[in-house]
């Protein structure tokens, strides 16, 4: 593709963050618990904040630190000290929402880049334009957003960049703003502390007007429905179009999502921007060994629903992260075990910028030379593994469980 695309990555704590960048990512976005809408999630503080930053530019990619939540009061007297402390840690740019936020920022940090929430529901270039004309050089847009309103958009608000979302969990309220959560749990989703009630069991019945209290099962299986469990979006075969449509940023969801869904699922989407002749199709197949809830594409293509799971909260998937590579040398890998590794099992080795290596482990050695029988997360938690040939830390086991 020419003009490549950025492709933006979720960054939940410091160590997701290098992991994003590692495999491939242009940019992270991740936050503090105050201002994010990953309250119980982001486990950065400034400290690891700045570390982050740093590492980051070190290889010349950016950090865009999230203040997207929609405050109240007690926030508002506290975002000075935020802002105060962001600067001297040197974010690239702010993701915000509110626009009281927005007009503070610009106060008080006119230099710093602002980029809008896809919580502000941006859905059309008027909007688009209003945003532009108050500072916001970057629109994360609505994921309600089809490719024809894209086009419009970079029509006739040629100056604004545009990003969407093309891979990951989708609310069940698209653009975020639901309140379920703080009706059945006194946590409010729209201020970074979401309970998820839509991925919940739910028995559902049907009440009888004339017959108080006489329900009546609608299907379900033995931990209920799930009527409110959206699939997640996967656009991986929709870059170019989103492309050529306007789109200069490819961003992922999945702050809490772990390091072997971030390497395998950034890894897939490198290769599709880098070559644009890449078979998408092997690339989902690639998508589908991490866990989902089988996929969408959302809005894009100008469809008027978004498809629901409603059989179980997940899709089955055939693959389980077992481990990660931490060093190699002489012939063996250092590898922290996350589940079971046995001798015999197969194994892919998904390696940062390289081709997914394919392994049938002979042999598990502890720090000894003794060998092992099988290896636990948790338990064993570092085990060595002979193997020919050399792997960069950070490389990722996932097992066939089939």
Known sequence: ???????????????????????????????????????????????????????????????????????????????????????????????????????????????????????????????????????????????????????????????????????????????????????????????????????????????????????????????????MNSKDLCLIEYLKELQEAGIMSFKIEGRAKSISYLGNTIHSYRQAIDNPKADTSKLLKELKKSPYRGFTTGFILGEQSVEHRFETAHQEVEWEFCGEVLEYKDGLAKIKVHNTLKPGNKVEIIVPHEKIISHTIKKLLDKNGNELPEAHGGQTTEIFIPIKQELKPMSLLRRKLK
């Open 1 to 227: 593709m020419k003009n490549t695309p950025e492709l933006l990555a979720p960054a939940g704590n410091l160590k997701k963050l290098k992991f994003a960048l590692t495999y491939g990512a242009d940019a992270v976005y991740c936050g503090l618990p105050d201002f994010s809408l990953r309250y119980r999630i982001n486990q950065f503080g400034f400290k690891e904040l700045k570390e982050g930053i740093e590492f980051a530019h070190k290889l010349n990619k950016k950090v865009y630190i999230t203040i997207n939540i929609f405050p109240h009061k007690d926030h508002l007297e506290k975002l000075a000290g935020h802002i105060k402390e962001l600067k001297k840690i040197k974010p690239d740019a702010l993701i915000i929402s509110d626009p009281g936020v927005l007009a503070f920022i610009n106060e008080h940090w006119p230099e710093i880049e602002l980029h809008l929430s896809t919580q502000a529901n941006c859905t059309n270039w008027r909007s688009a334009k209003f945003w532009y004309d108050q500072g916001v050089r970057r629109v994360i847009l609505a994921r309600e957003t089809t490719i024809e309103d894209i086009k419009e958009i970079r029509k006739n608000a040629p100056e604004v960049e545009l990003e969407t979302f093309v891979h990951g969990a989708m609310c069940m309220a698209y653009s975020g703003r639901c309140i379920l959560s703080k009706w059945f749990t006194n946590r409010s989703a729209n201020l970074g502390d979401c309970s998820q009630p839509c991925r919940w069991e739910y028995n559902l019945h049907l009440e009888e007007a004339k017959r108080p209290n006489s329900f009546f099962p609608i299907e379900e299986d033995a931990n209920g429905t799930y009527i």
